[in-house]
């Protein structure tokens, strides 16, 4: 974990807390990170899958769609025009997973979709978006949304994840109506004196919250968290081996403008009005695929014995035919082995399909699998 990177770095309203707390630092997405604290990243692993890890997301790109004439109709048609997801449905407070495709039904990049409730803005939509993609998910936006829709990009917020078994009860200590907070849904209060939007939702496969604060409050609040014995500071590196575990697309290496939502596994995504209907970009391909199949898929894949299987590990079939790429590889300490996933040709996309492995110039062999390799224990009330 950690990327080549040209010019200065940009840093999050955490990094000096960071240092404090002993952090290993990388580049990634532009901006210096923690890969991993001082226990290292089998222990934080470890430690969000049985308690609580505190994660800095801040380098995520948050934003809102503003429409002028007050209308959530206007801003939810403007954005349904960008992406697959039934954003005309959401409920007050409701959030959603999406994709912004390309005219091709390639992903340009994957995001999270809020309808606010706090009053006086329940005609708004919040967006997070990845870190590397924001500058281009923003030029995207601003040059499809229609006249009376206003993208205000938020610079000023930082964004710290809460994930693992113990941090919804940890947080809801700070502010106990978190505790009901269902699934997929958020909600705007104070924690601990500290004005908060907060989404039951994470990047790990566990229970957990997303805290969107203003800059300057960040680090008061991650202080405050982090007092708690049930909490403790996670780097990128565990991020990584926690989402692969979940079977969660990382964006640029499992999707990308190459693959459509219906190749990556992502049709849940797609509501039913949106299917039948189309009417975003990439809408042609995207119906054509949900109708006929699409000619590869991601797939999970559990190689034999102890080696990983890297990105871009060649996958053949068991006869030695190259039927596909690695995208996502690596140990997952929760089940004690390795793990990949990537995309192979339809026909090798079966549970239990037998797989080689190019592995180092030898073949290994391995097998397809249902994800998530670690179950998910979201909550969803």
């Known amino acids: 974990m950690g990327e080549p990177q040209d010019g200065p770095l940009l840093t999050t309203p955490l990094h000096a807390l960071h240092g404090e707390l002993g952090a290993k630092m ?5 901006y210096d990170m923690p890969v991993q604290y001082p226990t290292g990243v089998l222990a934080e692993h470890n ?3 049985t308690s609580a890890g505190l994660f800095d997301v801040s380098h995520m790109g948050q934003c ?3 429409p002028e004439d007050g209308r959530y109709e206007t801003a939810a048609a403007a954005l349904e025009a960008l992406v697959p997801a039934d954003v005309m449905a959401l409920k007050l407070g409701q959030q959603r997973y999406s994709q912004f495709t390309n005219a091709e039904g390639g992903i340009l990049d994957d995001l999270m979709i809020t309808r606010l409730g706090h009053p006086g803005h329940e005609h708004w939509l919040y967006l997070v978006v990845n870190a590397a993609c924001k500058d281009a998910d923003y030029a995207h936006m601003r040059a499809h949304l229609p006249a009376g829709v206003t993208l205000k990009v938020a610079d000023d917020l930082a964004l710290i994840a809460v994930q693992g078994p113990e941090a919804v009860a940890a947080v809801a200590t700070l502010a106990p ?3 009901g907070l269902k699934f997929m849904t958020s909600v705007d209060l104070a924690i601990d004196g500290i004005w908060a939007h907060v989404s039951r939702t994470g990047y790990t496969g566990e229970d957990g919250v ?3 604060v203003k800059s300057g409050d960040a680090v008061a609040l991650t202080r405050k968290l982090l007092a708690d014995p049930r909490v403790k500071p996670i780097g990128l590196g565990a991020r990584d081996s926690l989402r692969l575990e979940a079977g969660l697309c990382l964006y640029g290496h499992d999707i990308d403008t190459t693959t459509s939502p219906v190749e990556a596994g ?5 509501q039913k009005r949106r299917r039948a209907e189309g009417g975003f970009l ?3 391909r995207i119906q054509k695929e949900l109708a006929e199949g699409a000619s590869r898929l991601r797939v999970g894949i559990l190689p034999d014995g102890r080696a990983p299987a890297r990105e871009g590990t060649v996958v053949k079939s068991a006869d030695g035919q190259p039927i596909g790429t690695v995208t996502s590889g690596g140990f997952g300490p929760t089940i004690n082995g390795p793990l990949a996933m990537g995309y192979v040709n339809r026909r090798f996309a079966e549970p239990g399909t037998p797989v080689l492995l190019e592995v180092r110039g030898k073949d290994l062999p391995g097998k397809v ?4 390799f670690a179950r998910h224990r979201y909550v969803r009330g």
């Open 210 to 212: 997303e805290i969107s």
């Open 47 to 49: 430690w969000t899958r």
């Open 266 to 270: 992502l049709t849940w995504s797609i």
């Open 64 to 66: 809102f769609l503003i």
């Open 369 to 372: 699998v249902t994800m998530p």
């Open 282 to 284: 990439g809408a042609a």
């Open 26 to 30: 990388v580049p990634f997405a532009g």
């Open 177 to 179: 109506s978190l505790a």
